[in-house]
């Protein structure tokens, strides 16, 4: 049974709305439909509290932090937890819808902290003046000094959520005065705005994504249609032209061809692999054949005496003595 928003009080629907939140933070159940519900639900609650903050006009944009009531600083929360609630739902086809309502939610609730002076930081750009980076100096300088902006933001957040988990200690044990009511707000909207400006670097990187999808998705009914390709027939080698006429190829429907044809056919194309390449001479030319001849005379020629006594002598030593002179171990 849905449960009747309208009467429930102000705080009431805040505190149920958010509690909505942080249970879908800290819970592993698998996305279903149950937690559709649940986030629907959720979201009718903040709407409904929003629609409430905004009848009573409770924030002025002329007012400062500390004109604020204790009471009235958790529903700074408001547009936070809206769009927080709204980037849980998981719709594909209304995704870039999904994600701008959010975007739109989120830079609500910065331009409210922004101008109540709560936290220095810059409101982001307008999503249409986001474009993409290109590699010019200038880019990579602002490139560099967002990530250390995204590096101090980490810093600060990791810092407040360490002080918000000591006051919190203190409000779930019921003595926590006024003061520490305000800083436990305060500490909760300080969070809120290093969560919403990283959700919303984030948005801004999935819009582009979702947009150039979109643009795909639609680029191929635009292209003309490529014409159909003739499909390839196939042919099957035979020895020759006999026994393609008497055997075939086992199937009727496939064209056959002798090996003949085949190689006639690739010859006249000029795609056989020993067409257009020269033939290696093997004969050698007269001229350098004379020339050695020359050289091996004129080599003679010029023999010196003692080489051909040594050649005359080792001539004689081997008349005299038989093969194996000398070995007596039989080694020969």
Excluded at 49 to 56: D, K, N, P, T
Excluded at 146 to 167: F, G, N, P
Excluded at 255 to 273: A, C, F, I, N, S
């Amino acid at each position: 049974m849905a449960e009747n928003t309208e009467q429930l009080r102000l705080s009431d629907l805040l505190e149920r709305g958010w509690k909505i939140l942080e249970e879908l933070d800290s819970s592993n159940e698998p996305f279903g439909p149950n937690t559709v519900h649940r986030i629907k639900r959720g979201i009718n609650m903040l709407e409904d509290a929003s629609r409430m903050v905004a009848q009573l006009d409770l924030f002025s944009r002329n007012e400062e932090v500390e004109e604020l009531a204790t009471a009235d600083l958790k529903y700074l929360l408001l547009p936070a937890l809206l769009g927080a609630l709204h980037m849980k739902q998981s719709s594909q086809h209304k995704r870039l819808e999904t994600v701008q309502i959010a975007r739109a939610y989120f830079m609500d609730f910065l331009k409210t902290c922004h101008d109540y002076n709560i936290s220095q930081f810059e409101l982001p750009k307008p999503s249409n003046e986001n474009g993409s980076f290109s590699a010019g100096p200038s880019n990579l300088v602002a490139m560099a000094a967002k990530r250390q902006a995204k590096i101090e933001r980490y810093r600060q957040r990791k810092e407040l959520e360490t002080r918000l988990s000591d006051v919190h200690k203190v409000m779930e044990r019921g003595q926590a005065d006024d003061e520490v009511s305000r800083e436990f707000y305060l500490l909760n909207v300080q969070r809120w705005i290093t969560v919403c400006l990283e959700e919303m670097e984030a948005i801004d990187q999935e819009v582009e994504i979702l947009k150039n999808m979109a643009v795909l998705k639609q680029s191929p009914a635009n292209q003309p249609a490529q014409p159909p390709r003739n499909p390839m027939k196939p042919f099957i080698l035979t020895r020759n032209a006999l026994q393609a006429q008497v055997l075939g190829a086992g199937y009727p429907s496939l064209p056959t061809m002798t090996v003949d044809d085949w190689y006639e056919q690739h010859r006249k194309h000029g795609v056989l692999p020993d067409q257009g390449m020269p033939s290696k001479v093997t004969v050698e030319d007269n001229t350098d054949v004379q020339a050695r001849d020359e050289e091996k005379e004129k080599k003679a020629e010029n023999d010196d005496e003692d080489s051909l006594l040594k050649a005359r002598n080792w001539d004689e030593w081997k008349d005299d003595h038989r093969r194996g002179y000398g070995n007596r171990q039989n080694m020969g």
